[in-house]
């Protein structure tokens, strides 16, 4: 099967993207060793979490991203500012993140399966005993939100930011254009729509530092 990797717009967040990503390696490590120790008859677990599947595409898209995010993007040197028109004040970065489209879809179904009120003993069994701090219920819409910020409809908005994020380094800062300002505002307005379901407080930090 060709694999088909999608460069992506992901806004630093610090810890909050790579925290619920550690807790979702968690949930599904719970499937794996469930495999591993034979707590699970073969196909009690449903497809993607048989088999690692969900796992390892998460530890896949969890490599791509969290060089990034907080902490970790100035240990890998993505430290590029982005920047007002005129450098007026500062924006919460975008990051451009390689993924495979393939480890998203992963993500998606995996989110769907541990998300269905009729998934079978084994599915809620994990959500009941994983070691993650995070509530069944959080790990679930994490999981979906994350794959919704990989699979974000490209838009003129989308394409122009990342053309332009592209043509830099990612320890360059970026003084964005007028009309880049604008992109970058109606773009942040959808990535918080589906990670923090356009709470706007969380909507708030995106405004700039002035």
């Given amino acids: 099967m060709t694999s088909t990797v999608r460069s992506v717009l992901l806004p630093d967040l610090d810890i909050d993207i790579t925290h619920a990503m550690n807790e979702l390696e968690e949930l599904l490590l ?22 690692r599947a969900a796992l390892e595409a998460l530890q896949r898209l969890s490599e791509a991203i969290t060089p990034t995010q907080g902490e970790r993007a100035v240990k890998a040197g993505t430290t590029g500012r982005l920047l007002a028109p005129g450098g007026s004040y500062e924006l919460v970065p975008l990051r451009l993140v ?11 179904a995996a989110a769907r399966v541990l998300g269905d009120p009729h998934a079978r003993q084994a599915v809620r069994d994990g959500l009941e ?22 699979d974000l409809a490209d838009t ?13 380094g990612p320890a360059d800062d970026v003084v964005l254009t007028g009309a880049e300002e604008d992109a970058y505002r109606r773009t942040v307005d959808r990535l918080n729509a589906m990670w923090a ?6 909507r708030f930090i995106y405004d700039g530092r002035r």
């Fill in 30 to 51: 719970t499937y794996a060793s469930y495999e591993y120790t034979g707590d699970v008859e073969p196909g009690e677990l449903p497809a993607p979490l048989a088999h």
């Fill in 98 to 108: 390689e993924v495979e489209a393939a480890d998203v879809d992963t993500l998606a």
């Fill in 129 to 150: 005993d994983g070691r993650a701090d995070l509530p069944a219920g959080e790990l679930v819409k994490r999981a979906a939100q994350l794959a919704g910020l990989l």
């Fill in 156 to 168: 003129d908005d989308t394409t122009m930011l990342r053309e332009r994020l592209a043509a830099a």
């Fill in 197 to 202: 379901l356009g709470d706007p407080l969380a």
